[in-house]
């Protein structure tokens, strides 16, 4: 069964870049037709996917974060990794890792991390 970690820092300054690493144990990244998202959920609203990195290693991005959005991968350490960068208060979210989408679900999810942007 496939298990996913994120770690990172837990408090970013305005204007910063936010680096999320999410460790992937039980199954291999680079396995045929997987994909890898992040997602966040804001104080009080819904989640909101932010995009995936492919077994193959290609990327696509919300459309609303794409312009600050980077999601690359270590395959030797069966890591991937989320930048966002120019954060905002409003970048404040619980940050989760996930195995998907296949067919429209996300089937694995990490424990999520709170992510505070502030000065």
């Known amino acids: 069964q496939v298990q996913l970690q994120e770690s990172g820092p837990g408090l970013v300054k305005p204007s910063q870049t936010l680096s999320l690493t999410c460790t992937v144990s039980?199954?291999?990244?680079?396995?045929?037709?997987?994909?890898w998202s992040w997602i966040r959920q804001p104080p009080g609203k819904g989640l909101e996917w932010i995009g995936y990195i492919a077994y193959s290693g290609s990327t696509y991005y919300s459309p609303s974060l794409k312009s600050r959005t980077s999601i690359s991968r270590d395959t030797s350490k069966n890591q991937f990794t989320l930048q966002l960068s120019s954060v905002t208060p409003e970048d404040t979210a619980v940050y989760y890792c996930a195995r998907g989408p296949q067919a429209g679900n996300f089937g694995s999810w990490g424990q999520g991390t709170q992510v505070t942007v502030s000065s």
């Open positions: 039980g199954g291999s990244i680079t396995t045929n037709y997987y994909y």
